[in-house]
């Protein structure tokens, strides 16, 4: 196997451990406003995917979500991430492998700068490791699934997208992988990552087992 050029990574649940925080919120304010979902419906349905989109899909299926909603969960988000995110367990020793093997990496995610700002800057290490190819898709004119936000980023970093890999845990993510023409990995933690094999992208289970699987 040929190992890839450039690795990209999303963020929150690839990097850093902040979904579980995004859940529990989401649910709470679907429920406020009219649309009362379990916490697998909202993680199937809603994670991974740009807060306007998250937005729209709500009202759609019956949350009467004020107009300045996604202003006003941002604000409740980025005081709740500022308390702290973990780790993903293993990132560090996957970067590690990387920068042995002198292959790049980025990170392409549909969150603001301003999050990834909390989320990664509470491991200054981690984001002196990104600085420079940390990307957004509120800088391009749509978010995952769209693939602008991966092509974008192997763009810049003078890559090919036939020798990137993606590394991403939502259905939107791992589309938008896919759509971009890169090898997309899935990655669950949790189950068998059937979700993300449906659109395309091979399941990868633990970070400690990415060097492995790209060739290293």
Same mark, same amino acid.
């Given at each position: 196997? *040929?190992?890839?050029?450039?690795?990209?990574?999303?963020?929150?649940?690839?990097l850093?451990?902040?979904?579980? *925080?995004?859940l529990?919120?989401?649910?709470? %304010?679907f %429920?406020?406003?009219?649309?009362?979902?379990?916490?697998?419906?909202?993680?199937?349905?809603?994670?991974?995917? &740009? #807060?306007?989109?998250?937005?729209?899909?709500?009202? !759609?299926?019956?949350?009467?979500?004020?107009?300045?909603?996604?202003?006003?969960?941002? !604000?409740?988000?980025?005081?709740?991430?500022?308390?702290?995110?973990?780790?993903?367990?293993?990132? %560090?020793?996957?970067?590690?492998?990387?920068?042995?093997?002198?292959?790049?990496?980025?990170?392409?995610?549909?969150?603001?700068? @301003?999050?990834?700002?909390?989320?990664?800057?509470?491991?200054? &290490?981690?984001?002196e490791?990104?600085?420079?190819?940390?990307?957004?898709?509120?800088?391009?004119?749509?978010?995952?699934?769209?693939?602008?936000?991966?092509?974008?980023?192997? !763009?810049? #970093?003078?890559? &090919?997208?036939?020798?990137?890999?993606?590394?991403?845990?939502?259905?939107? +993510?791992? *589309?938008?992988?896919?759509?971009?023409?890169?090898? *997309?990995?899935?990655?669950?933690?949790?189950?068998? +990552?059937?979700?993300?094999? @449906?659109? +395309? @992208?091979?399941?990868?289970?633990h #970070?400690?087992?990415?060097?492995?699987?790209?060739?290293?």
């Open positions: 196997m *040929t190992p890839p050029k450039l690795v990209i990574f999303d963020c929150d649940g690839v850093v451990d902040s979904e579980p *925080t995004t529990t919120l989401l649910r709470n %304010e %429920e406020y406003y009219g649309l009362p979902l379990t916490a697998a419906e909202v993680d199937r349905d809603y994670i991974g995917v &740009a #807060m306007a989109d998250i937005a729209v899909k709500a009202r !759609a299926n019956g949350a009467t979500l004020p107009e300045d909603w996604v202003v006003s969960i941002y !604000a409740k988000m980025f005081e709740r991430l500022r308390k702290g995110v973990p780790l993903i367990a293993g990132i %560090e020793a996957a970067l590690d492998a990387l920068d042995a093997a002198g292959i790049p990496y980025a990170v392409g995610s549909n969150g603001p700068m @301003a999050k990834m700002d909390i989320t990664l800057g509470a491991h200054p &290490a981690l984001l490791r990104l600085k420079g190819r940390i990307f957004s898709a509120h800088d391009c004119k749509a978010g995952k699934p769209d693939p602008e936000l991966f092509l974008k980023a192997a !763009a810049f #970093m003078n890559v &090919a997208p036939e020798a990137c890999v993606v590394v991403d845990d939502s259905v939107a +993510g791992a *589309t938008a992988g896919v759509r971009a023409g890169m090898r *997309t990995l899935g990655f669950d933690t949790q189950g068998d +990552g059937a979700h993300l094999i @449906a659109v +395309g @992208a091979e399941h990868l289970s #970070m400690d087992d990415l060097p492995a699987r790209i060739g290293l």
